[in-house]
């Protein structure tokens, strides 16, 4: 919006067009409250605008007022005005003004398009001191920021250890006895799975809050990957969108890569083992629920399988994350869990 000089008439004389009415309740108002002419000319300011700026209603009348507004809002503030007087409508924008401390204050103003007889008369507004929501939304940001830089690091830390703790595991493995070597190859196919998902907990585009869909897709594939092409094959289906905390995701992949570990010790090498993960579709005010589902349990032990602890193991992953479990993850007795609510 272009500046202009100031009305010759000034605030003083031209505040002799407001109303008695408005003037008695602006000037009783605690709200810095403004009214302008259909030029876009400030008329008039009432005292609490005037106590607000230290600066006497003549000065700030025109386009003096603008002066207070930050030079880094100016542009936005006067494009928002500049749309308002074009098309008389009401308006809204936050800006920050120059108080009579010469401290910047975030204001929210508001302005209403006047009419008499069908004919735009100009606005009148208000301004209302939103610096301390302003602050907690930074702070907020920045805590936000802060946290989600922590997790990273936390992940990746823990995702470098455990590579470090699968190389180890191989080579005990390799250098145990023959009957042992199942047992070492099961557990060191475990610590890559839980590696696997301290990676994708750590490639989550937002750490502090996780896609439930995209999380368990992009885990799914990447827990297909741990053996030769066509030995695992996991589905997802989910019906029902959802964010959860890290806690909650680390522990639905660890219950996951467990029961693929799981399937895979009770079916042959030459077998594919499936596992099916659905998401059903719920109310928002419902618990969210997982369903899983793998082939090969409760079917018996594959050759030289290791001691079944999977149940157990399932059952401590899911009390961390105060996970409610039940079934099997067989056919007939869907592994479900029911996650808890957001916090």
Request: charged share 20%; aromatic share 6%.
């Amino acid at each position: 919006m272009a500046v202009e000089t100031p009305s010759p008439e000034g605030t003083g004389s031209a505040g002799s067009r407001v109303s008695a009415a408005f003037r008695s309740f602006a000037e009783g108002a605690s709200l810095p409250i403004w009214r302008t002419d259909p030029r876009g000319y400030c008329i008039y300011v009432n005292p609490a605008w005037i106590a607000f700026r230290g600066r006497t209603a003549d000065v700030e009348g025109g386009y003096g007022w603008r002066d207070g507004v930050h030079p880094e809002d100016r542009a936005d503030h006067d494009a928002v005005l500049a749309a308002a007087h074009a098309n008389a409508a009401s308006f809204t924008a936050e800006y920050r003004l120059r108080r009579h401390d010469g401290l910047f204050r975030w204001m929210l103003g508001q302005g209403t398009p006047l009419f008499e007889e069908g004919t735009f008369q100009g606005f009148c507004g208000a301004c209302f001191d939103i610096t301390d929501r302003r602050r907690a939304e930074e702070h907020a940001a920045q805590a936000a920021a802060e946290k989600e830089a922590l997790l990273a690091e936390v992940y990746h830390r823990v995702r470098n250890n455990l590579q470090v703790m699968v190389s180890l595991i191989g080579l005990y493995g390799r250098a145990a006895p023959g009957e042992c070597r199942p047992a070492f190859d099961a557990l060191g196919q475990r610590v890559r799975a839980i590696a696997l998902v301290q990676q994708h907990l750590h490639e989550a585009p937002h750490i502090a809050s996780i896609d439930l869909g995209d999380y368990l897709t992009r885990l799914a594939q990447g827990l297909m990957q741990l053996r030769r092409p066509g030995r695992i094959a996991i589905a997802v289906q989910a019906e029902r969108s959802a964010l959860l905390q890290p806690r909650t995701a680390n522990a639905l992949g660890m219950i996951l890569a467990e029961v693929v570990a799981e399937g895979l010790d009770a079916t042959a090498e030459g077998t594919t083992c499936h596992t099916a993960v659905t998401v059903p579709a719920g109310a928002a005010d419902e618990p969210l629920r997982v369903s899983i589902v793998a082939s090969g349990l409760g079917a018996g032990s594959g050759p030289a399988a290791p001691p079944k602890l999977g149940p157990r193991l399932i059952a401590a992953y899911a009390a961390q994350a105060e996970i409610a479990v039940s079934g099997e993850a067989t056919t007939a007795a869907p592994l479900t869990l029911v996650l808890p609510p957001v916090r």
